[in-house]
């Protein structure tokens, strides 16, 4: 699946809304991983961004998840200096990243508006600009032909989630736990 010059990194964030743009990260959680091994792991807390909101209904949410909530706001960092390091830290591995996330359509546009917004490269494009992206359930669910329905994380066999942390809204460690999804979707198709 992974070309020799690319690597997975498979992101989880955590916000206080959902929208980008208008909502602030204020985790992110990635691990870098080949098919077959996690390569090393990223995790940082943000400062929410002034000039942005907190969404009433997101935060009532976090209000039934105290320990996550306590841990997201544990060693907040400025969101400059985070999405500089994850830069940094993505760029290391001399390949293409290729981010994946479960959902995509949540995670990748909070993450590529940061990218943009604190300036410098995007990640997950090539040079034509086409995003080099994978959403999770869509992709184990073409790869190993199973409904949409049924290829989410709380739907997958127990062979798919072997070796998955408890998601925690810990945002490393769900990362970590869908790193472990990916790597097990490619080890059963074999």
């Known amino acids: 699946m992974l070309?020799?010059?690319?690597?997975?990194?498979?992101?989880?964030?955590?916000?206080?809304?959902?929208t980008s743009g208008e909502h602030s990260?204020?985790?992110?959680?990635?691990?870098?991983?080949?098919a077959d091994q996690e390569v090393d792991s990223f995790y940082k807390k943000l400062q929410p961004l002034d000039e942005l909101s907190a969404d009433p209904?997101?935060?009532?949410?976090?209000?039934?998840?105290?320990?996550?909530?306590?841990?997201?706001?544990?060693?907040?960092?400025?969101?400059?200096?985070?999405?500089?390091?994850?830069?940094?830290w993505v760029k290391s591995f001399g390949k293409?990243?290729?981010?994946?996330?479960?959902?995509?359509v949540l995670d990748y546009p909070f993450i590529r508006w940061y990218l943009r917004t604190f300036g410098g490269?995007?990640?997950f494009e090539d040079d034509q600009l086409v995003q080099r992206t994978l959403d999770l359930a869509s992709f184990t669910s073409g790869y190993l032909t199973l409904p949409l329905a049924q290829s989410r994380r709380?739907?997958?066999?127990?062979?798919?989630?072997?070796?998955?942390?408890?998601?925690?809204?810990?945002?490393?460690?769900?990362?970590?736990?869908?790193?472990v999804i990916l790597r097990n979707v490619l080890a059963a198709k074999g």
């Open 154 to 179: 709380m739907q997958l066999s127990p062979e798919l989630t072997k070796g998955m942390p408890e998601h925690s809204h810990k945002a490393i460690d769900d990362a970590r736990g869908y790193g």
């Open 25 to 34: 990260i204020i985790a992110i959680g990635a691990v870098a991983t080949t």
């Open 121 to 123: 490269e995007q990640l």
């Open 96 to 104: 293409s990243a290729v981010f994946v996330a479960s959902p995509l």
């Open 57 to 88: 209904e997101t935060m009532s949410w976090w209000k039934t998840q105290p320990d996550a909530w306590q841990e997201v706001n544990t060693d907040a960092e400025p969101a400059a200096a985070v999405v500089e390091a994850f830069r940094v």
């Open 3 to 18: 070309e020799d010059n690319q690597i997975y990194i498979v992101v989880d964030i955590e916000t206080n809304g959902l």
